[in-house]
């Protein structure tokens, strides 16, 4: 299935390479040197999927990825770092900004096409899955919020970031120290028990039935 991508990034040659093999694949390209190109772009293009750098003039990723997820036309957008800043405490930035996944530059190319298709994947499988789930989590980064059974629930960071990250991962098992490395970091030390008690906090909110428990290993998100 081919899908539209936009390539956010102010080098051309990184644009031009990246575009060059993704169009391989069969997918549709169109390119932004900047955030504000990239945010008229995506108004009119409306991609499923946009690959945004960092460090960037007039917009930079941040406020790139704000404006794009305060945009009611391009909620359903996936959007992707793709950056030299690699650093735990910049991974976060992102996420925090909206970002649904991070990649680090530099990325081998195959592996980064690998990487995007497997995306793609789960933006399908998302899709086909959006309406016929009763009792779906809809989350909003911008706010850490979610909504459900049309109810709306504040969380607190390190909560709302635990249940975003278990939700990108639908249906994979993600171990413990998958998880304390994405949420906390490697250089930040926390108890044995602390995913335990998160975990605990989000179920007594969203519901026992979401989180799977893989005894000894890690946990599971399902709708």
């Known amino acids: 299935m081919s899908h539209r991508i936009l390539l956010v990034d102010d080098e051309p040659d990184i644009l031009e390479f ?43 990723g941040v406020e790139t990825c704000r404006a794009i997820r305060r945009d009611p036309t391009l909620k359903n957008t996936h959007i992707v770092f793709l950056s030299a800043l690699s650093e735990e405490d910049e991974q976060l930035t992102g996420f925090d900004a909206g970002a649904d996944d991070y990649l680090s530059k530099p990325i081998p190319m195959k592996l980064l096409v690998s990487r995007v298709q497997a995306i793609l994947k789960r933006i399908e499988s998302s899709d086909s899955n959006a309406g016929s789930v009763e009792n779906a989590i809809l989350i909003d980064p911008s706010r850490h919020t979610i909504i459900r059974h049309g109810e709306e629930i504040q969380l607190p960071r390190k909560e709302f970031a635990l249940l975003e990250l278990l939700i990108k991962h639908q249906g994979e098992l993600l171990t413990r120290e998958e998880i304390y490395t994405k949420i906390w970091g490697r250089e930040v030390v926390v108890g044995d028990r602390t995913i335990d008690v998160h975990i605990r906090k989000l179920r007594q ?18 709708n």
């Open 18 to 60: 990246v575009r060059y093999n993704l169009q391989r694949e069969g997918h549709e390209i169109r390119t932004a040197e900047n955030g504000a190109e990239a945010m008229r772009i995506a108004t009119e293009f409306h991609p499923h999927l946009i690959l945004l750098d960092r460090m960037m003039p007039v917009m930079d």
């Open 205 to 222: 909110k969203i519901g026992e039935e979401h989180i799977q428990t893989i005894k000894g290993v890690g946990y599971m998100y399902e």
